[in-house]
């Protein structure tokens, strides 16, 4: 009996409120704020493949680009505003939301980009497959052909 009575509470659908909070939280969270930095650099990845666009072909590149980014970050948070709805409580989402739209968390989101970049250049490239096999690979003798 117990078990059903989890189950059903599983499946309850969150409320409106739950959903409009979800969504407000998710458009303040890490992957949506730099998202737009990571669909202009595959902009600029994607100009750069083909050197014969023109000066107009480049820009129109970029503003169907930007259309289909904004559409997909907003897909993005479409889907993780509903997965917080369902996961998280009301109370927490309430929480959650106004510490995510204070200027001091706004503050962040707008240096999040930057801080970002800079990690990542300072990090370097980490490659987590490849340093774990040469370590089992000295350790063990196996995956030693992944290097």
Known sequence: ??????????????????????LRLARTSGIVTIAPLMVQKDLADLANENPSLSPQERERLFQIGNEEGKSGIERVAAALGAAY??????????????????????????AEPSVMVEAMTVLGSMDLKTATAARMCKATGKLCARR
């Open 85 to 110: 709805a369902k996961h998280l409580s009301i109370e927490d989402l309430r929480i959650l939301v106004q510490q995510n739209e204070s200027a001091e968390a706004a503050r962040r989101r707008t």
């Open 1 to 22: 009996m117990l078990v059903l009575l989890l189950l059903a509470a599983a499946s309850v659908a969150p409320s409106a409120e739950a959903k409009a909070l979800g």
